[in-house]
């Protein structure tokens, strides 16, 4: 699929469809904001840099296995995470997305529509200061978007499927984000020129 030729050439059909019918209309349904950095102290610096940044007490992921070569054992604590939604996750989208410099990847979509990309450091991001006792972290950060009604897949009671034709493509996920963060999407990364 190039960016450039096919998926923009079906954006008018999208946005009018959106118009049209707007329960087909996509959201951001949640941004999960995830730091591994194994345990002991530098995951509690972790767990601080994300508290400060998204305003949330971040959870706990804990190893499923011990890996003698890193030195983690099962169940030790070895990352932490934060789930926001709503405004709140639109609100940190569009500052993350400030420290890519508005430009993502195709291969960064996957094919229901979700996209992930990572920062290496979190004082890219814009109004973030640095601390010289929590030092940088790099973090992972992944979006989930969906249509209105996609709630029927995770209902306790009478759980159906979401039918195929209400399903979210890549290619109108990428339009979706085009439009509501104004971010440029390429085929492959620009080359620098390095000036020496």
């Known amino acids: 699929m190039s960016v450039e030729n096919e998926s923009f050439e079906n954006e008018q059909v999208f946005v009018e469809d959106w118009k049209a019918y707007p329960m087909r209309e996509p959201h951001v349904a ?6 591994c950095c194994g345990g002991g102290e530098p995951l509690t610096r972790a767990a601080t840099i994300l508290e400060e940044l998204t305003g949330q007490t971040p959870s706990q992921s804990r190893a499923r296995q011990t890996v003698r070569d890193f030195g983690i ?7 932490v995470r934060v789930t926001l939604r709503h405004k709140k ?21 996957d094919l229901d529509g979700n996209f992930a990309f990572g920062i290496a450091e979190h004082i890219d991001i814009p ?11 790099g973090m992972n950060i992944t979006v989930c978007l969906e ?32 439009n509501k963060f104004g971010i440029e999407i390429l085929e492959k990364e620009r080359e620098r020129t390095y000036l020496f």
Do not use: C
Not at 73 to 79: D, L, Q, V
Not at 92 to 109: G, Q, T, Y
């Open 30 to 35: 949640k941004v999960v904001i995830d730091v």
């Open 147 to 178: 249509r209105p009604g996609f709630r029927v897949k995770r209902r306790r009671r009478r759980k159906t499927k979401v039918p195929y034709r209400h399903r979210l493509t890549a290619e109108e996920s990428m339009v979706f984000v085009k």
């Open 89 to 109: 996750a639109e609100e940190f989208l569009a500052r993350a997305l400030k420290a890519k410099e508005d430009v993502l990847l195709i291969k960064n979509w």
């Open 73 to 79: 054992r099962k169940n030790e604590a070895i990352a």
């Open 127 to 137: 109004d973030v200061k640095y601390d010289p006792q929590l030092g940088i972290q």
